[in-house]
């Protein structure tokens, strides 16, 4: 964005992010400004950010600052460890094996698993399906990470 101050000065400004997103009625953009909460009381801070949120209103646009009290460090985790399973998937031998792993996983996503371990309920299948050991717990959580399978994102999410 670039605006001008005065007849001769030029000021370039930035927001941090400018994301499309899809939701049920179509794409829409959105803009995120990443600051730390504590440059929030800085006055030249607060002006620039009034005029990039004025800069993006007259083009339809949302902007929110995002600080790092702004989202559950654990979700947020959560996210990175699973961006790690989004693009791999383990190698298997068998074409239809992955709709195989998939159909035994989604009949224990019930609650009463809810307290056994995800690792020894995923082993459960790797043994079943004659499979090496953590093969239906990587897929599980390539499955998560395309949000193909639920989880709370605000608890722990591992292999245990």
Do not use: C
């Amino acid at each position: 964005m670039l605006f001008r101050s005065g007849e001769d000065t030029r000021h370039v400004m930035t927001t941090t992010f400018l994301i499309t997103a899809k939701s049920h009625a179509g794409e829409y953009t959105v803009a995120r400004h990443v600051k730390y909460a504590k440059d929030l009381s800085n006055a030249r801070t607060i002006q620039k950010l009034k005029i990039e949120h004025a800069y993006w209103e007259s083009r339809g646009v949302e902007l929110k600052v995002v600080t790092e009290e702004s989202f559950n460090r654990r979700t947020a985790r959560n996210i990175s460890f699973l961006m790690g399973y989004y693009s791999a998937l383990p190698q298997l031998n068998d074409p239809n094996m992955l709709t195989k792993i998939t159909n035994h996983i989604n009949e224990l996503i019930n609650p009463k698993w809810k307290y056994h371990p995800l690792s020894s309920l995923m082993l459960g299948i790797d043994n079943k399906l004659a499979l090496p050991d953590g093969t239906t717990l990587s897929v599980f959580f390539h499955l998560a990470a395309h949000k193909e399978i639920p989880l709370q994102m605000d608890h722990e999410i591992n292999g245990s």
